[in-house]
């Protein structure tokens, strides 16, 4: 039977919540891991140069932003597919 035929599954409230919760804060534990560790331990670092500038800063200033996109990127595609996994449509009738 195709997709679009079959109804849709029952939508569970409280288990899309639990999982949407252990999953934000997984994404949070990391971010305050990434955040903490980098900065943390960056300091001795700072000796060396990387084109004038101490290389602590090219690991705190760009290797956090590609950092933070990666978290962002993950939580998106984690929750789309939480999404489809527990029958959550918002608003759609079916899946195009």
């Given at each position: 039977m195709p997709e679009l035929l079959q109804p849709p599954a029952?939508?569970?409230a409280n288990a899309y919540w639990r999982h949407t919760r252990r999953f934000t804060a997984a994404l949070l534990l990391?971010?305050?891991?990434l955040t903490f560790g980098v900065i943390?331990?960056?300091q001795p670092l700072s000796?060396?140069?990387f084109f004038g500038w101490p290389l602590?800063?090219?690991?705190?200033s760009q290797g956090l932003m590609i950092a933070?996109?990666?978290i962002v990127a993950v939580y998106m595609t984690g929750m789309r597919r939480l999404d489809r996994k527990l029958?959550?449509?918002q608003?759609?009738?079916?899946?195009?």
């Amino acid at each position: 039977m195709p997709e679009l035929l079959q109804p849709p599954a029952a939508f569970d409230a409280n288990a899309y919540w639990r999982h949407t919760r252990r999953f934000t804060a997984a994404l949070l534990l990391v971010w305050f891991g990434l955040t903490f560790g980098v900065i943390y331990f960056a300091q001795p670092l700072s000796e060396m140069t990387f084109f004038g500038w101490p290389l602590s800063y090219y690991m705190t200033s760009q290797g956090l932003m590609i950092a933070y996109v990666l978290i962002v990127a993950v939580y998106m595609t984690g929750m789309r597919r939480l999404d489809r996994k527990l029958g959550q449509r918002q608003g759609k009738t079916h899946d195009t």
